[in-house]
């Protein structure tokens, strides 16, 4: 039998580029695989203030921006988290096996609860619906990027926990390391690239070419040109950018011959930079093609919607199985 994964992303309304490099590329890499389930998480987005007509589109939005990017709803069970509402019945049970001690000390939860002045309690008890997304398919592996770490590793306490109460049931999930890609801001290259940050800060994947060239023209670097000099963050990033695109392209000569101008302080930015753009616009504009496509075919509801009735098939085995373990409901 093959291995399930699951994953998320958060409803944002826009795929970047970092998204694209640190996880969804590995997502449709994974596909053959794996049996993989991809939730739009909207009731983690609904965790901080969030318009819900703003949210309904943007989860829309995203199922045809991950459907762009190669994810397959026929090999790949994609769905908008809310459609499968057991999300939240084995989120409520699962919180009773899961520490208060640990939440609180969730680094993601103290970043972000920092930045609300009214900080729900959805946002507190975050980690326990995403541990809930995982175990709700019994999921082996979760693709995840390094800050979804200190969440996975609760998901698996969390799955211990549950498992010496009310008897083994659930596999630990692993965490599946893709290549790991991460992004920064090309205006600020300290932070990883976001959208919440601000338009500056992300490179949107269906973003149109004259304002992508410009936000690469901008791109943070250094005063430069000394040979053997440590690279710095921002240009780190460039060939980051650069070499991601080129190996998926198949050809990473350019991205050799300009790390060596670097080492010999003979690199100018600017070639850099063109570079950058031209290479990783090679992989955007059959994405953005493929995207006006799947717009046209207006479609997108129905195949999010068959997405939902599969993951329900499984999502109510588990929560049965899990309501008969808890002793839960008349039977
Ligand atoms: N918290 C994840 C993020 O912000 C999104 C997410 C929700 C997720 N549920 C998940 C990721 C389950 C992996 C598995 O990126």
């Known amino acids: 039998m093959r291995k399930r994964v ?3 992303i958060q409803p944002t309304g826009t795929l970047h580029v970092g998204n694209y490099f640190g996880a969804v590329r590995n997502w449709a890499a994974m596909q053959d695989e794996y049996d993989c389930v991809i939730g739009i998480v909207d009731y983690h987005a609904i965790t901080i203030d969030i ?6 589109s943007a989860s829309i939005a995203m199922a045809l921006d991950l459907m762009a990017c190669g994810i397959d709803p026929e090999r790949t069970i994609l769905i908008v988290q809310s459609d499968v509402p057991t999300h939240t019945e084995l989120s409520w049970i699962l919180s009773s096996v899961t520490s208060y001690g640990d939440l609180t000390r969730m680094t993601q939860f103290k970043d972000k609860s920092a930045k ?9 008890t975050y980690p326990v619906l995403q541990a809930a997304d995982i175990l709700l ?7 995840i990027g390094e800050d979804q770490v200190q969440h996975l590793e609760l998901s698996r306490r969390i799955a211990r926990r549950f498992n010496s109460r009310f008897g083994e049931y659930f596999p630990e999930p692993e965490p599946v390391v893709g290549k790991g890609a991460r992004i920064m801001s090309l205006a600020d290259p300290s932070i990883k690239m976001s959208k919440s940050a601000g338009e500056q800060h992300y490179v949107g994947v269906m973003e149109d070419e004259a304002s992508i060239r410009k936000k690469i023209r901008s791109a943070v670097t250094d005063t430069g040109l000394e040979a053997g000099a440590e690279m710095s963050p921002g240009v780190e990033n460039l ?17 050799t011959e300009l790390r060596s101008e670097h080492e010999q302080g003979s690199l100018m930015y600017s070639a850099l930079k063109d570079a950058v753009f031209e290479r990783l ?10 995207r006006a496509e799947l717009e046209a075919a207006g479609n997108v509801v129905e195949i999010l919607r068959d997405g939902a009735r599969r993951a329900q098939a499984i999502a109510d085995e ?9 002793g839960l409901g008349t039977g």
Do not use: C, N, W
């Open 239 to 255: 060939f980051e950018i650069l070499e991601l695109s080129a190996e998926m392209l198949g050809d990473t000569s350019v991205a």
């Open 281 to 290: 616009m090679e992989i955007l504009r059959p994405i953005q093609k493929r």
């Open 137 to 143: 398919y019994r999921a082996h592996g979760v693709p």
């Open 116 to 124: 609300q002045e009214f900080v729900s309690a959805g946002l507190f």
């Open 318 to 326: 588990t929560i049965a199985d899990v309501r008969a373990r808890v």
């Open 6 to 8: 699951f994953s998320g």
């Open 51 to 56: 318009d819900p007509d703003e949210l309904r």
